[in-house]
Structure formats: structure tokens, C-alpha cells
């Protein structure tokens, strides 16, 4: 089993490109925000911690953790603090539950790829874990308009969110293989079949 990290920027098509890899080889695909969500349930060492660093009324009428809530609470520009602290809550759980899962296919010899989608991938120190990490980028203003369509973000929160994030050198830097994802489908699909072949440079 092949253990793959992929990463971009917002708006780069991450969610495209795995919908392509999905179709294409017998794999297991994680997304750690979904598993995020896992580790902050109810009874989770995560969902005691978050309670205790925000307060209860993150909380919703069925006593879980209301996303829209933490989020309006810890996405303050103005208070990075706050969002580091409930990363180094929340990271370090959601790697350990990938591993988790991670040994549990390789006993299984269930999937042939496991991929990993991750926000913070790099930072995160998925490169342990990882045989390649794989970067989806596209160009800034192609991800901008991708924004504002799918998200309706404004301009500013677009300007907010990359600015936020790795510029594309970093991301060439610390990736192994670059999917280049501007629009073009048969391309893209082009790409990643390459990659699962193994049979590529480092750019397609």
C-alpha cells in the first residue's frame, strides 16, 4: 500500500482531484477535516479539551461541537492565538486516528493506494508518514474565481484566506509531484493517471 499526501491551496481543486483518483485505482481516501469532526464528538478527549478552551457555547442543542460556532470563534484575524491553540488540540489527534486507520488497512492489504487530504499537511508533518506528498495547484486567479462561485466569498476574505496559507514555491519545495489543475479535465485525469503509473516528472 502506497501512502500519498495531497495538498494545495484553497480554490486549487483538491476535492476534483480525488473525485479523479477515486475513479481510478482501488484506494482509501481521508480527509482530515472529516476527520477532525471524528475526534471532536461527544466523549473524545478533543471535545473536553475545545469545551474547556472556548466555552459551552460553541455547543448545539444536541450537545455536540457546532462547527459554524467554533469556527466563528477561532477564524478572528485578529486573534491567531486562539486558532493555534485549538490546532495543537485538534492536529495531533486527527494524526493519531489517521495512523489508526492507516495500520488498519495495512493489516487488511485491503487498498493498493490510501491518500490523505489535509489542509496543513506539510506543517502538520505528514511527510513521515507519507511515501510522496502530491501538490494540486492552480493559478491564483483561477482559484479567486473558483471562490467566488462555489463560496461567494468576497475579495478581501479571498485575499485573507491565501494570503494565509503557503505561496506556491513553498508548497514546490516541500512536494513531490506537482498536478497542474486549471480547468482542464482531460488534462487533470491525464496527470493523475501518470502518477498512480509512476511513470512521470516532477511536473505534468
Given amino acids: 500500500m ?15 482531484v480525488l473525485d479523479i ?10 480527509i482530515a477535516d472529516k476527520a477532525a469532526h471524528e475526534v471532536e464528538r461527544k466523549g473524545q478527549k478533543c471535545y473536553e479539551e475545545l469545551i474547556e478552551l472556548l466555552g459551552d457555547d460553541i455547543l448545539g442543542t444536541d450537545g455536540e461541537i457546532d462547527k459554524k460556532a467554533m469556527a466563528s470563534r477561532i477564524f478572528d484575524k485578529d486573534n491567531r492565538e486562539l486558532l493555534n491553540r485549538v490546532n495543537a488540540i485538534v492536529h495531533p489527534r486527527v494524526k493519531e486516528y489517521i495512523l489508526g486507520i492507516i495500520d488498519e488497512h495495512r493489516r ?4 493498493d493506494w490510501l491518500f490523505i487530504e489535509a489542509a496543513l499537511l506539510i506543517e502538520d508533518g505528514y511527510r513521515d508518514i507519507c511515501d510522496e506528498l ?3 495547484y492552480a493559478d491564483e486567479e483561477v482559484r479567486a474565481d473558483r471562490l467566488r462561485v462555489s463560496r461567494g466569498y468576497s475579495d478581501e476574505k479571498i485575499r485573507d484566506i491565501m494570503g494565509s496559507q503557503k505561496d506556491d514555491a513553498e508548497f514546490r519545495a516541500a512536494c513531490d509531484r506537482v498536478i497542474v489543475n486549471n480547468g482542464d479535465m482531460e488534462a487533470t485525469t491525464r496527470t493523475v493517471e501518470r502518477l498512480l503509473r509512476q511513470d512521470v516528472s516532477s511536473e505534468i
Avoid: E, M, P
Wanted: proline share 0%; net charge positive; hydrophobic share 40%.
Fill in 108 to 111: 487488511s492489504g485491503d487498498v
Fill in 134 to 136: 502530491w501538490y494540486v
Fill in 21 to 30: 483518483i477515486r475513479d481510478s485505482c482501488n484506494c482509501l481516501i481521508i
Fill in 2 to 16: 502506497k501512502i500519498i499526501g495531497i495538498t494545495g491551496g484553497v480554490g486549487a481543486g483538491k476535492s476534483t
